[in-house]
């Protein structure tokens, strides 16, 4: 499985991106995407998680109503809608995907790793 992240780049703060990770590959029937973060020397972090068909997702705390995942499995692809930015959201920000049926929300669950896509809220 190959993941391509983009949509990433340089917004004011109170501003908004869609970021969209692209699955390709031998992609399975079913599987858990997770959107996770990494700011400069912090360690990653979990950002949100969407289950296979859409019904379940989980968020961190720091962008629950702020921030919304979804997908769209006949594309093969997960987006997330990132509103109302914060210069603390700034970071890089990785897809991943996890073959486990559950929502998992640490690193260790997830079984692919997209490259990361840039996002810079400036206050």
């Known amino acids: 499985v190959q993941l391509q992240a983009s949509g990433g780049g340089l917004v004011q703060a109170g501003g908004s991106l869609r970021l969209s990770c692209a699955a390709s590959?031998?992609?399975?029937?079913?599987?858990?995407m997770g959107w996770f973060r990494q700011a400069p020397g912090k360690e990653r972090e979990f950002v949100a998680a969407i289950s296979w068909n859409g019904g379940s997702t989980k968020y961190a705390d720091s962008v629950k109503g702020r921030f919304t995942i979804s997908r769209d499995n006949a594309k093969n692809t997960v987006y997330l809608q990132m509103t109302s930015l914060k210069p603390e959201d700034t970071a890089v920000y990785s897809c991943?995907?996890?073959?486990?049926?559950?929502?998992?929300?640490?690193?260790?669950?997830?079984?692919?790793w997209g490259q990361g896509t840039q996002v810079t809220v400036s206050s």
């Open positions: 590959g031998r992609t399975p029937s079913s599987y858990v």
């Open positions: 991943a995907a996890s073959y486990t049926i559950v929502v998992g929300t640490t690193e260790g669950v997830y079984d692919y």
